[in-house]
């Protein structure tokens, strides 16, 4: 929530430089970026239900920003529930994206437990984008398997 809130300050700030741009004296250099952040990299806040049926899942909200330079790194927030209803089955949770590859075990709960989530990283050199999460269950004999993606 946060990272939100600095990101529109960010945003703000960026308008009102851009804005005075035209004030400056003819000839003079603007010292203000080409692109502001939120043209490099798109925000956005999500509410996700990934389920395994019927045992584990995660009832939360992926946020995620930033332009991913060094000055401004791309970044990913979970928040929410994590859970496991199924004796002997352990629920684990992953954050993919469809593009750029990247992949994070996130976390994982125990059987019949539920508890809370807050998880978050950080890039630079690209953005997050086309986000998802999956919840994979483990029972005490047998494969591991993963439910459906929740697209953010």
């Known amino acids: 929530m946060i990272r939100n ?29 080409s692109t502001s952040s939120a043209q490099a990299g798109a925000a956005g806040y999500s509410y996700v239900q990934p389920r395994k049926a019927p045992c584990g899942g995660f009832d939360g909200y ?7 330079t060094v000055a401004d790194p ?7 529930q994590h859970w496991s209803v199924c004796d002997g089955y352990t629920a684990y949770i992953y954050l993919e994206s469809s593009i750029g590859g990247d992949s994070y075990y996130v976390g994982l709960v125990d059987p019949e437990e539920s508890i809370p989530l807050n998880w978050g ?7 997050y984008d086309n ?3 999956v919840v994979c269950v483990q ?4 494969r591991f398997v993963c439910g ?5």
């Not at 459906?148 to 953010?152: G, R, S």
Request: glycine letters at 14%; zero cysteines.
């Open 148 to 152: 459906e993606p929740a697209y953010a």
């Open 121 to 127: 990283t950080t890039k630079t050199g690209s953005i």
């Open 139 to 142: 029972p005490p004999v047998g």
């Open 74 to 80: 791309a970044w990913v927030e979970l928040q929410g």
């Open 62 to 68: 992926v946020e995620w920003g930033g332009s991913g």
């Open 5 to 33: 809130f600095l990101g529109k300050l960010a945003l703000v700030t960026a308008s009102v430089s851009v804005a005075f741009t035209g004030l400056a004296p003819a000839g003079a250099q603007a010292n203000t970026p």
């Open 131 to 133: 986000l998802y999460v």
